[in-house]
T-cell receptor, first 113, second 110 residues
Framework: KAGVTQTPRYLIKTRGQQVTLSCSPI?????VSWYQQTPGQGLQFLFEYFSETQRNKGNFPGRFSGRQFSNSRSEMNVSTLELGDSALYLC????????????FGQGTRLTVV | QKEVEQDPGPLSVPEGAIVSLNCTYS??????FMWYRQYSRKGPELLMY????GNKEDGRFTAQVDKSSKYISLFIRDSQPSDSATYLCAMMDSSYKLIFGSGTRLLVRP
């Protein structure tokens, strides 16, 4: 069974640009969550989607947004990039969002210059 | 005060030692408890998952949850150099978001 797939693995962007990251969950999983990981703040929750609906959102500015498609694949978008957005962005999938284990992808490492 | 507290380490032990990793939490609404292992430049790998107080064993790993004390532990028996990684505890309430500890760096010396 394939795991959680995130693309691309690495990205370098310039301040002010926007970026879209993609996550394909484990087959059959309907919940996708996004997390930001930085050395200073650790792993922080961005948002969670279940059946194309955002069920919860973390304390991030509106520049961070996401969506989920009918096949459960999810995208995360960050607009007007800032240097502080440089981080490892991780996606996790689970069967029923909170009722089962959450499995992570390898992440997308975003560098903003 | 953070919702989840975890000693960042590093924790250095000789090969074959028993390792004890711990987290404390303040939110009594947490229902689900997980331990992840993360190697450098990789995503977190789920090691243990539990939703009740007590012990759960899987191979060399034992997870322990004490809800009355708001304290969780992960024990690694017969530790190996390949266990060297950062170990993250994570907890979830009914809001579907995982709250992570800061992670403990473990180094197992050959």
């Amino acid at each position: 069974k394939a795991g959680v797939t995130q693309t691309p693995r690495y990205l370098i962007k310039t301040r002010g640009q926007q970026v879209t990251l993609s996550c394909s969950p484990i087959s059959g999983h309907r919940s996708v969550s996004w997390y930001q990981q930085t050395p200073g703040q650790g792993l922080q929750f961005l948002f969670e989607y279940f059946s194309e609906t955002q069920r919860n959102k973390g304390n991030f500015p509106g520049r961070f947004s996401g969506r989920q498609f009918s096949n459960s694949r999810s995208e995360m978008n960050v607009s007007t990039l800032e240097l502080g957005d440089s981080a490892l962005y991780l996606c996790a999938s689970s069967g029923e969002g909170g009722k089962t284990e959450a499995f992570f992808g390898q992440g997308t490492r975003l560098t903003v210059v | 005060q953070k919702e989840v507290e975890q000693d960042p380490g590093p924790l250095s032990v000789p090969e074959g030692a028993i390792v004890s990793l711990n987290c404390t939490y303040s939110n009594s609404a947490f229902q689900y408890f997980m331990w992840y292992r993360q190697y450098s430049r990789k995503g977190p790998e789920l090691l243990m998952y539990t939703y009740s107080s007590g012990n759960k064993e899987d191979g060399r790993f034992t997870a322990q949850v004490d809800k009355s004390s708001k304290y969780i532990s992960l024990f690694i028996r017969d530790s190996q150099p390949s266990d060297s990684a950062t170990y993250l505890c994570a907890m979830m309430d009914s809001s579907y978001k995982l709250i992570f500890g800061s992670g403990t760096r473990l180094l197992v010396r050959p």
